[in-house]
């Protein structure tokens, strides 16, 4: 009896596996849906009859129909009144798969930014905190809950805030948010529906990430200088701006603190423009040299939205983080986080809750604390070394620092001469708006960076920061 | 000597606790700064010498001293030379608390939809694999990683989903994201940075979800019929839709698969319109009657966007889901996943990846599969008894049915006088894009309603559903 389809016997089609595999319905199933997929059998193309099929695969008939009606449901089929069973014009083969390129060589020392300790993570607290959570979760807590987040952590952060960050925090007005990302993303499309056009930012600063939110808000983004004494509130007020985003506590990336009269100069352009600023108190809680400067939210809670994060504090992947809102604008940022993703994963915010009550964030943040200032310190002695010429600014807080190469130095040489010695060094350009290479300036992360890496990677770049030719000694 | 402050003396300004609370310094300086806050201090006002208040409060002046360097930092205080030390114009008071109203109290049964079992939640699974996932996580998996997500969830779940949903799943193009709701706001931008105009969607669906994501990208939504086939293809076509979101293997809210010439025409369209599917594949795990349909973007990789979600499976606070995208998108939908919120938190991705692989997941929806089997059959035992005249729809899958109310019956006075006897009923109404409460319609969710509470809401209510006066023996 010949087949009824000619490009692709069954045995071809399907080989069936009797030997432990999935049940034979299934494998029927999968292997004819493959075929089709990959082409193997066309489009339009016959299918033997189900008693032909169950025949070569010495399988039952009805277990072939079965699968048919399946894959006829699914659309790869078609079986007209009548006529014999086809595959359906729709069924077409998927795209080639394409691979990302192989991931980039280990470096003797990577000095990126915006990256605490990820080994010190304190895993097993975050464990135990999840597990303390669990047990005491109602399971309601499981289901979409207020999109402004778990009212236990809310609670806990306006506690921890209010204490730490000298905000003034109220729960009701905390608005819990997959990290500073999302925070802002939020804010600036709350901020727009309010009528807010232009939004201005710190130069340097962020340009990428606050110019991709607003771009994607709908808001035109403005930079403003920033000098010695933080970001110029002069320049800010000779903009249309309606809102800023800010870091005060430790300007990004210069290190700066925002000065106490243009703290309050600040304030008072917000009040005189209907403004709102943005606060990204984004590591604050690592300071050496005095308590951290308190959260500006505090001096004027309703002009400032204030946002946190875990991410330097703990680690980046937990994405977990809080916009502290003026009362006026609670329901907008609420509504576009219910919008955006319906709330932040309530474990995890319990988890958070559980591990600052305990008592173990501190503690963590103690530890890291000390583990920052010895890194700090070597790479201050590092670069006295290796780089005696080059002074450094920023290091009161965090965990980065601003090498300050000379005149004629070309950052982009400098970069990529050190990469090709195995260390990784990031340029000023990419914090500038106008991505200008001058003044040639370094950002030197040292939050991820063991202290054996810092000494040896610096010792094997820190001419090139000098713009000295290497020493013949190495 | 006369105190350089009249309205608040030191003692009512500061109350110290030496009994062992916090150190001197910060219950000092909070002493201060709470002070300011609430107003008990005004603006302009003169605070005592750091000389007088280190007497009055007996601590050191250098305490003191450094508790105004700090509060003048933060901007609360200023200090003019040779001048006193005042309360900055700008430390305004925070504006009143607010509280919201109590919570609802608690109902008989509450058929609302869209919520599984929440207590059947597997958490002690859950906590396994969240200590398998940390126990082998490199610690630089806790840093900003791939967008997309982790390596190693975006391959089991393309395994899975591929075994389970039919899709041509391939790693490289999955995008884990944060539940539908992320999910669905993402593929929008991304469609409408790629020039759409136009997204059609089901009606009856979610009018209000796809509305509200559709406008903030900047989209047009328009709604497409649904009738006992699914959506009326024809009807899109006759549209300037560029894009439309379906719920192809089980309609929300009216329960119908895609019929299979359905699924191609739709394909068809999508091909001939140069269309995007955004598939909502999200209840699919749960069918009685057969094998769930495959999901459409097997069938049509290049043209689905193919939207899982554990909200459904698991829980919807865990906030986890993907979408499978066309390879031409994957780029566009991994840039607003980063830009959204750079990521979904790693330990829960790796977390679902471990549950999945280890064959706890599927026992997981096995488990809920045989409880959500049994409560429909409650449902329809319940209203066969107490709502026999009432027809009811849409159970071939998931844990939510439709009630149809007789041709007279007022949807609002159900879902009012249901509500009197502590039933939660929803209406079709808020599912049609014209809010129209007729053809009148109850969507039953049982997915967190145990079998005792259906029976005796049902019970409670049946009598509403079909229209007739309470029984006089109730």
New interface residues.
């Given amino acids: 009896m010949p087949l009824e389809w000619s490009s692709c016997p069954p045995e071809l089609l399907l080989v069936i596996d009797r030997s432990g595999g999935p049940p034979l319905r299934a494998q029927v199933?999968?292997g004819l849906?493959d075929a089709i997929?990959t082409g193997r059998v066309r489009v339009g193309e016959r299918l033997p009859s189900s008693r032909e099929l169950a025949r070569t695969l010495g399988v039952s008939r009805g277990l072939v129909q079965e699968c048919y009606a399946?894959l006829?449901?699914?659309?790869?089929l078609?079986t007209r009144h009548g006529s014999a069973t086809r595959v359906?014009?729709?069924?077409?083969a998927?795209?080639?798969?394409?691979?990302?390129p192989g991931t980039a060589s280990r470096l003797l020392a990577d000095f990126r930014w915006?990256?605490p300790d990820?080994?010190a993570?304190p895993?097993q607290d975050?464990?135990w905190a999840?597990?303390e959570a669990?047990r005491v979760m109602p399971?309601?807590?499981?289901?979409?809950?207020d999109p402004r987040g778990s009212r236990i952590l809310r609670e806990v952060l306006a506690g921890y805030l209010r204490?730490v960050r000298?905000g003034?925090a109220?729960p009701?007005h905390i608005v819990v948010?997959?990290?500073y990302?999302?925070g802002v993303?939020l804010a600036l499309?709350a901020l727009a529906d309010g009528g807010v056009r232009t939004v201005a930012f710190e130069d340097p600063g962020s340009p990428a990430t606050v110019g991709?939110?607003a771009s994607?808000a709908g808001l035109r983004a403005v930079p403003v200088p920033v000098d010695a004494h933080g970001i110029d509130v002069a320049a800010l007020a000779a903009t249309d701006a309606r809102a800023v985003v800010v870091t005060p506590a430790h300007q990004w990336p210069t290190g700066v603190?925002l000065a106490?009269?243009r703290?309050?100069a600040l304030?008072?352009w917000a009040?005189d423009h209907d403004a709102i600023i943005i606060e990204d108190d984004y590591d604050a809680e690592f300071r050496y040299d005095?308590?951290p400067?308190?959260a500006?939210q505090?001096?004027?809670?309703?002009r400032v939205i204030s946002l946190g994060t875990v991410s330097k504090s703990l680690?980046?992947?937990?994405?977990?983080g809080w916009m502290i809102c003026?009362?006026e604008l609670v329901a907008a940022l609420t509504e576009h986080k219910l919008?955006?993703?319906?709330?932040?994963?309530?474990?995890?915010q319990l988890a958070l809750a559980r591990l600052i009550e305990s008592g173990r964030f501190d503690r963590h943040l103690r530890r890291m604390r000390a583990t920052y200032a010895t890194r700090r310190t070597a790479l201050l002695g590092a670069l006295a070394e290796h780089a005696p010429e080059v002074p450094v600014t920023g290091l009161a807080a965090g965990f980065h620092a601003v090498a300050h190469l000379p005149g004629d130095a070309d950052e982009h040489h400098v970069v990529t001469t050190a990469r090709e010695r195995s260390v990784g060094l990031y340029g000023m350009s990419a914090c500038r708006a106008s991505t200008a290479a001058t003044p040639a300036q370094i950002v030197l992360g040292f939050g991820?960076v063991g202290e054996r890496a810092i000494t040896e990677g610096i010792a094997a770049i820190g001419h090139l920061l000098g713009g000295r030719p290497e020493s013949p000694s190495r």
Same sequence: chains 1, 2.
């Avoid at 680690?315 to 977990?320: C, E």
């Fill in positions: 199933e999968h849906r997929r399946q006829q449901a699914e659309g790869y078609v359906a014009a729709g069924a077409a998927p795209a080639a798969v394409t691979r990302p915006g990256v990820l080994g993570f895993i975050w464990l999840t597990r669990a399971s309601a807590d499981l289901g979409y809950g204490r000298a003034a109220d009701e948010c997959n990290g990302a999302q993303n499309q991709a939110c994607a603190a106490p009269e703290r309050l304030v008072a009040s005095r308590e400067v308190g500006l505090g001096l004027a809670p309703d680690a980046p992947g937990l994405r977990i003026p009362p919008r955006s993703d319906r709330g932040t994963s309530t474990l995890d991820d």
